[in-house]
């Protein structure tokens, strides 16, 4: 009855951009969700482990520096040794078209780079939390 | 599954308990039972209240308090500590933007903290409904400390005094001035009180307005033998300065509610308040599921005509839950 949909928004790595996280985590908060944001520089380690506190039913993760291959897979390692590999992960960014099957088969559900709108985005969650 | 049972699981297995947490939080009916079923192991925790203005860096002190508990010196001594952290959600969408762990990065990896952040939820008292009963399931997962930072908050927002047996209220330079500080409210509940950002300008000013107001609220107090002297403390959390000092005021303060027996009392209040909450939230939701909206809305219209007058109105509503006022 007063489910919420919380989503963890996190930054690894070593870039120091964060705009876009915050206009997802806004549109999200937008739309309702409630939105755990950790701010920049984040390991994975530190990743994996506010998503397990908070429970959280989606993991998007913002990478704008280009190691999204080596993070990325890293962090879906930990959840799953966490027991959260059921938690939705999707990725935002710099992701060249070429990188992104590679993503896709680590497990990541969904990725967008520049442009995507925050609808999109939204609406995914929105279907990916549905179907559980 | 037993009470010993289910205890062991949420201490031993961290997502258990974020999942718990998570069902006591949306009020479900297997969070209610898992309480339920825990209550008896609970009442162990210090629960510590930190509350102040927006932006005076509740966050960055309740990280520091946690890594000082957690480094005491000459001492072995290490508790595990829960955190619970409280922001506010949009009144126009119910969502939220929850920032608090942003500032907490240190504690990140120590296996004997465990953090979570609530929204508020629309409860204006500057935690969330269910605040007290998340803290108790921490309080049966074994951890001995938790510490609770409320929503940022003004002058009213004092229901963490209720729920926590310390309360620190945290304040810093060039907020206001000493009517600010002599208002009733949030200062009136502080065991202590904190100046952060100790290193800006006007510190002597702030720390002079607490004092007055201390001087002013304690004057009856004096004759008593055993009254708790509130402390004023400066830090500069974001670089941990000052926080031994804070450290050893919470410690003090705990061997005080203990040898004063504060503690009983506070213990007592705690559990009547929130036995007086639930009564209320017990008959709100009856009266909400048993009284028609057409008849609000009958007596919403005879309201506006002036052909009645509100309390007979509320008598009669009343009388459809069997209830005589």
Redesign the interface.
Same mark, same amino acid.
């Given at each position: @009855?007063?489910?919420?949909i *919380?989503v963890l928004i996190a930054k690894p790595g070593l870039d120091g951009h964060d705009r876009g996280a915050k206009v997802v985590? *806004?549109a999200?908060?937008?739309?309702? @969700?409630?939105?755990?944001?950790? %701010?920049l520089r /984040? $390991?994975p380690? @530190?990743i994996a482990?506010?998503a397990?506190?908070?429970?959280v039913d989606v993991v998007g993760i913002s990478i704008l520096s280009g190691a999204h291959l080596t993070l990325v897979p890293r962090i879906m390692d930990l959840m799953r040794a966490?027991? /959260?590999e059921n938690v939705p992960v999707f990725v935002g960014g710099i992701i060249p078209e070429e990188d992104v099957p590679a993503l896709l088969k680590a497990g990541v559900k969904e990725v967008y780079g520049p442009g995507s709108p925050t609808t999109k985005v939204i609406e995914d969650i929105q279907r990916l939390t549905n179907s559980e | 599954m037993d009470r010993q049972a289910l205890q062991e699981e949420i201490k031993g297995n961290?997502?258990k308990l974020?999942?718990l947490?998570?069902e006591v939080?949306?009020? $479900?009916s297997s969070g209610r039972a898992a309480l339920e079923e825990l209550y008896p192991l609970t009442g162990k925790a210090h629960i510590i209240g930190i509350t102040g203005a927006p932006g005076v860096g509740k966050s960055s002190l309740v990280n520091q308090l946690a890594l000082a508990f957690r480094h005491q010196p000459h001492s072995e001594e290490k508790p595990s500590i829960a955190i619970i952290a409280i922001d506010p959600?949009?009144p126009f969408? %119910?969502?939220?933007?929850? %920032?608090d762990?942003?500032r907490m990065?240190d504690l990140? %990896?120590d296996p004997g903290i465990?953090?979570?952040?609530m929204?508020a *939820?629309g409860a204006i008292g500057g935690l969330a409904r269910t605040t007290a009963q998340v803290a108790r399931l921490m309080d049966a997962a074994g951890y001995s400390i938790i510490l609770i930072e409320t929503v940022g908050a003004g002058q009213a927002e004092v229901e963490i005094a209720s729920l926590a047996h310390t309360t620190i209220v945290v304040d810093a330079p060039g907020l206001g001035d000493d009517i600010q500080a002599i208002k009733a409210g949030i200062l009136e509940i502080a065991d202590i009180l904190i100046v952060n950002k100790a290193d800006l300008p006007g510190v002597e000013n702030t720390e002079r307005a607490l004092q007055s107001m201390l001087l002013l609220a304690n004057s009856r107090q004096y004759n008593s033998p055993q009254h708790w002297e509130v402390p004023i403390l400066r830090t500069v959390a974001n670089r941990g300065d000052g926080m031994l000092k804070v450290l050893q005021a919470v410690q003090s303060h705990l061997s005080y509610l203990k040898n004063s027996g504060e503690w009983e009392k506070r213990e007592h209040l705690r559990i009547r308040d929130e036995v007086k909450h639930l009564v209320v939230q017990a008959f709100i939701q009856h009266v909400q599921e048993n009284v028609p909206s057409a008849d609000i809305n009958n007596a919403v219209e005879s309201l506006y005509q002036r052909q009645t007058s509100p309390y007979k109105e509320v008598q009669k509503l009343l009388s459809k839950v069997g209830l005589q006022i």
């Open positions: @009855m007063n489910k919420k *919380r985590a *806004r999200l908060r937008d739309s309702g @969700m409630e939105v755990i944001y950790t %701010g /984040q $390991t380690e @530190m482990e506010a397990l506190q908070e429970n966490n027991g /959260q | 961290r997502l974020a999942r947490i998570t939080e949306n009020d $479900t959600s949009s969408t %119910g969502g939220a933007i929850l %920032g762990r942003l990065r990140s %990896g465990f953090i979570r952040s929204a *939820r």
